[in-house]
């Protein structure tokens, strides 16, 4: 049987014991749907070969290696990766578009007796309902906006907010990106796609009755975009600014960027091409303390020629509503314990 999807939450929704994506790896390593497995019928090499022969020689070729192929495969899988499971077992198998990948496979677990079933137009629905949710309807939620200068801690606020239970959707985490000029994290960023299905997914399991509190961003968190709809709903959302003084913030900032600051090459490379913007001699300065080891006086240095110029300009523009002005006492984990006690004061009385 082909199951028909016609909106994201209730895919999200399905009630299947396993969901199984068939295609390559390297189609999976993009974006899958989330909590899908890999059990590619094909890998990468033997898809770009299937595909060869299609085009070059006869589609007839093509689907006669492809299907001897899918079946070992296939077979390797049952025979190793599925042999635990027991009769009862329903899997949701899904490939590119529900066809010959997803079908052949699931054919193969009918057989054995389990009750496995496909994904209408596999993954390609998938997109279209994230894209529609993400890109055209609006969303749903109600989001709280933190707002503040750079080094004000705000990433770590929602952590302690979601701990006392608040809904918190912390769009750096799903970037694995700090979204600043020194912002990279081990391991890079996922694919667009795949962020935006991290995006989707936690949505869809939020209480759209009750307030999210997000980090206030630009559109972009290093290489990723927010989709419009999430972008939309942020730069309208009311904002609660979080203020601390210049030295709490550095010293902040010392300590949570101390692995690319203590890279000095790689620092000295995100920096120098700032010197359009900041100017030969302020550029030199920071490098000057690069070369120092001094990363307070650095981290303030950069506070104050750099994040604060830029996040004065890109307020200047802003219109939204401000609905507290929180003082954080200190940015250590008793000052942020506190804040977080005042944010959430402040929700409540929403």
């Known amino acids: 049987m082909v199951l028909k999807f016609t909106s994201l939450p209730d895919l999200y929704a399905h009630d299947f014991d396993t969901v199984i994506d068939v295609r390559s790896p390297a189609e999976y390593a993009e974006d899958h749907l989330p909590g899908a497995i890999s059990l590619p019928v094909l890998d990468n090499e033997e898809r770009a070969r299937v595909g060869t022969i299609y085009v070059q020689e006869s589609p007839f070729l093509a689907r006669k290696l492809g299907a001897a192929l899918v079946f070992r495969n296939a077979a390797n899988h049952i025979e190793n990766s599925l042999s635990h499971h027991e009769g009862g077992w329903r899997p949701l198998v899904y490939c590119w578009r529900g066809g010959q990948r997803s079908g052949s496979f699931t054919w193969m677990l009918q057989q054995i007796g389990w009750r496995a079933e496909v994904v209408n137009g596999g993954y390609r629905t998938y997109r279209r309902l994230v894209n529609r949710y993400l890109y055209d309807d609006p969303l749903p939620h109600r989001l709280i906006a933190l707002d503040g200068y750079t080094g004000t801690a705000k990433t770590e606020l929602l952590a302690h907010l979601k701990d006392r239970g608040v809904q918190v959707l912390d769009f750096e985490g799903f970037a694995n990106h700090r979204g600043s000029l020194l912002g990279e994290m081990p391991g890079g960023q996922p694919s667009q796609k795949a962020f935006e ?75 120098s091409p700032l010197r359009f913007h900041r100017g030969h001699e302020v550029v030199d300065n920071w490098l000057d303390l690069i070369d120092a080891g001094d990363k307070r006086a650095l981290t303030q240095a950069l506070i104050e020629q750099h994040y604060d110029p830029a996040y004065a300009k890109s307020s200047r523009g802003r219109r939204t509503d401000v609905i507290a002005q929180i003082d954080a006492p200190a940015l250590d984990k008793t000052g942020l314990n506190e804040t977080a006690s005042r944010i959430q004061s402040v929700l409540d009385q929403l």
């Open 197 to 271: 299905s991290a995006l989707a997914v936690a949505l869809c399991r939020l209480d759209q009755s009750r307030p999210v509190v997000v980090e206030a961003e630009s559109s972009k968190i290093g290489s990723l975009i927010l989709p419009p709809t999430l972008w939309t709903a942020l730069r309208n959302a009311p904002r609660i600014l979080i203020q601390a003084s210049i030295q709490a913030r550095s010293a902040y900032l010392a300590s949570a960027y101390d692995d690319i600051l203590s890279d000095q090459d790689r620092l000295r490379d995100r920096l």
